[in-house]
Nanobody
């Protein structure tokens, strides 16, 4: 059964940090690229960061470059999103996702077919 489970969200003051985790409890996606998306109230879901299956390629949206880091631990079937210097505009529900293709690179152009339930991140001033 496909199951991606996010955790690590919460309430944090601007300038603070959070680390999100996404566990592939079904142990199915260790060979796949992974991605993180977010959706703020009233806005469309947007790509945040992605990583290739071997970790060799990474992608970030411009607004998080230099602040967010995506990394993975395949032995733990887990992908992480380290978020530093958080801003109120980072407030959103964050989702981890897996592309449908084994050949995907984790880029924003890939088609993501599997999704977690999301974890709320709220940044206050």
């Amino acid at each position: 059964q496909v199951q991606l489970v996010e955790s690590g969200g919460g309430l944090v003051q601007a300038g603070g940090s959070l680390r999100l985790s996404c566990v592939d409890s079904g142990r199915r996606f260790s060979s796949y690229a992974r991605g993180w998306f977010r959706q703020a109230p009233g806005q469309e879901r947007e790509f945040v960061a992605g990583m290739g299956r071997s970790g060799g390629s990474t992608y970030y949206r411009d607004s998080v470059k230099g602040r967010f880091i995506i990394f993975r631990d395949n032995a733990k079937n887990t992908v992480y999103l380290q978020m530093n210097s958080l801003k109120p505009e980072d407030t959103a529900v964050y989702y981890c996702a897996v592309p449908g293709s084994l050949h995907a690179l984790g880029s924003p152009e890939d088609s993501y077919d599997y999704w977690g339930q999301g974890t709320q991140v709220t940044v206050f001033t």
